[in-house]
């Protein structure tokens, strides 16, 4: 039976402005931590199939499956892989570079990288203004959803976002702070891009990235946790120069 060629319906995911700035003192350690959300403003959710293989046993590998208009679907291999992450208050399997964020230094070079693992992906809120959304399908908990929850020797999971449904973490949860420590006074950009390397399919990728210009100060001395203010909210890296 030939392939059909029904258009595909592919996920958009939106990545949501850095929020909720915090910093946190750990160990002597200045963390820097912050909200982070990506949303499916697409045509079809993003649907992620994972399998345990023979020659990573140690690891989940994913592929991508897309619905078509007339009800088919077309699978696409190898965007990802998933490992399984042990935290005090949880237990699951995250999705590998999901997502990426990066303190900026004025001109764009790299001053920080971030601290994050993974991801589990689901349908963790709903978008407003999106009309008519359907009902979530990945929510944590339901129908298998839950990134293997306490099962570290599951052989396939599924996960994913729901169209008008978004992704997002609280600060300083899982690896959601840049360490600061030691960084110079001044302006920077912070950046959070989903789905960096562009591995997973989507309608287009303009809106994958969101950032926010910032000062971080040090009124207490180098001791003390820093300050930091936000100078301006920027819907892509390339609306907030750190000049």
């Not at 004025?106 to 993974?118: M, N, V």
């Not at 287009?204 to 210009?213: C, G, H, I, Q």
């Amino acid at each position: 039976m030939a392939q059909s060629q029904a258009p595909e319906q592919l996920p958009d995911l939106d990545e949501e402005t850095p929020s909720r700035l915090t910093v946190r003192a750990d160990g002597g350690r200045f963390r820097l931590g912050f909200r982070s959300g990506s949303v499916n403003v697409g045509k079809g959710p993003l649907f992620i199939k994972a399998r345990r293989e023979v020659r990573d046993p140690r690891r989940l590998h994913a592929e991508q499956v897309v619905a078509r208009s007339d009800g088919s679907t077309v699978t696409y291999p190898n965007v990802g892989k998933l490992t399984y992450e042990r935290f005090k208050d949880h237990q699951h399997w995250h999705m590998l570079g999901y997502a990426r964020y990066e303190l900026r230094k004025p001109g764009g070079a790299l001053a920080r990288p971030d601290l994050k693992q993974g991801f589990c992906l689901a349908d963790s809120f709903r978008r407003r203004g999106i009309p008519n959304p359907p009902a979530r399908v990945y929510e944590v908990g339901h129908n298998d959803t839950d990134c293997g929850k306490r099962r570290p020797d599951d052989n396939y999971l599924e996960e994913g976002i729901s169209v008008g449904w978004g992704d997002d973490y609280d600060p300083h949860l899982e690896g959601q702070q840049i360490d600061v420590t030691g960084l110079a006074a001044g302006v920077y950009v912070l950046v959070h891009r989903v789905n960096p390397e562009r591995r997973l399919r989507e309608l287009r990728y303009d809106n994958n990235d969101a950032s926010v210009r910032l000062r971080l100060s040090w009124p207490g001395g180098r001791g003390a946790p820093p300050r930091v203010r936000i100078l301006r909210h920027c819907p892509s890296r390339a609306s907030c120069p750190a000049r």
